[in-house]
C-alpha cells in the first residue's frame, strides 16, 4: 500500500532536517533545500533508510521556478498528499537603524511570502480529500521581540496571523493549519555565527525553566504530533517548544 507523502520545507539542515527524520517513519517525503549540497545528501540518505521515497528540490522559495518545480511534485503526489511544513526561512541579524527598505521587503518575502505560497499549493489536494495538515514552523521571539531581528519578527508574526486565518477558512474541508514557536534550538551554524558562544548559552539557560539547550528534534516531536491523526482537533494553535523561556 503506498504511503501518504509530506513535504518539508527547507529539510536540509538543522529543525528540518530532523522533521524529515521523523516523518520519514510512515510518510513518503517533497523535501525541499536551497543548495544541492552534503546536508541535502545525508537527509536523503537517512530518510530513505527509514522507508520513505522522496524528491528532492534544490532552490530558493522566492523564486518563481523553485515553485513551479514544487507545483509539479505537487501535482504528481496530489492523491496521496497528507501533510505540508513550512519550515524554510532566514533571519540575518540587522540592527533597525540600519535596515533599509529592500531588505525589510526581502524578509516578508522569505519568511511569510513563501510560507503563504506553499499552502496555496497544497490546498487543493488536501480540500479534496478532505484531510490535511499544514504547520509553520515560526519563533518564540514574536512573543519576546528582539533587537536588530525586526523584520524576520515581523514576518513571522504575520504567519501566526495567517495561520490562524487558514484555520478558519480550511477546517471546514477537513484541514487542520497550525504552527510551532521554536525556542533557543542548537544548530551546528550557530557556533560559527554567535560571538562568545559559551556566555549565550549560559544566558539562555538562565532565562529557561528546562535547564539544557533545545535539539531540533524537540521541534520535529511536537510538528509529528501535529501531523498526526491524533491532532485532528486542533487547529488555529502556535505551540510554544522553548524550555519554559516564554509563558503565555
Not at 536540509?12 to 530532523?18: E, T
Request: with cysteine; hydrophobic share 45%.
Amino acid at each position: 500500500m503506498a504511503r501518504p507523502v509530506a513535504i518539508v520545507t527547507g529539510a536540509g539542515s538543522g529543525i528540518g532536517a530532523a522533521i524529515a527524520a521523523r516523518l520519514a517513519d510512515r510518510y513518503d517525503l517533497i523535501l525541499t533545500h536551497l543548495h544541492d549540497d552534503p546536508d541535502l545528501h545525508n537527509v536523503l540518505a537517512t530518510v530513505e533508510q527509514r522507508g520513505a521515497a522522496t524528491a528532492a528540490i534544490t532552490g530558493d522559495l522566492t523564486d518563481p521556478m523553485t515553485i513551479d518545480t514544487l507545483a509539479h511534485e505537487v501535482e504528481h503526489a496530489a492523491d496521496r498528499l497528507e501533510v505540508l511544513v513550512s519550515n524554510a526561512g532566514a533571519y540575518p541579524r540587522i540592527p533597525w537603524t540600519s535596515l533599509d527598505l529592500d531588505t525589510f521587503r526581502e524578509q516578508i518575502e522569505v519568511n511569510l511570502i513563501t510560507h503563504a505560497a506553499c499552502a496555496q499549493l497544497v490546498t487543493p489536494s488536501l480540500t479534496t480529500r478532505g484531510h490535511g495538515r499544514i504547520i509553520t514552523v515560526s519563533s518564540v521571539l514574536t512573543q519576546l521581540g528582539r533587537v536588530d531581528l525586526a523584520a524576520y519578527i515581523a514576518a513571522k508574526s504575520g504567519l501566526e496571523g495567517l495561520v490562524r486565518a487558514l484555520a478558519r477558512e480550511l477546517g471546514p474541508h477537513g484541514v487542520t493549519v497550525n504552527c510551532v514557536r521554536a525556542g533557543s534550538i542548537e544548530v551546528p551554524a550557530e557556533h560559527a555565527v554567535v560571538p562568545d558562544h559559551d556566555a549565550m548559552i549560559t544566558r539562555q539557560l538562565d532565562r529557561q525553566c528546562v535547564k539544557r539547550r533545545g535539539h531540533p528534534d524537540d521541534i520535529a516531536a511536537a510538528v509529528d504530533f501535529l501531523a498526526s491523526h491524533g491532532a485532528g482537533f486542533i487547529t488555529g494553535q502556535c505551540l510554544t517548544i522553548d524550555g519554559g523561556w516564554c509563558m503565555t
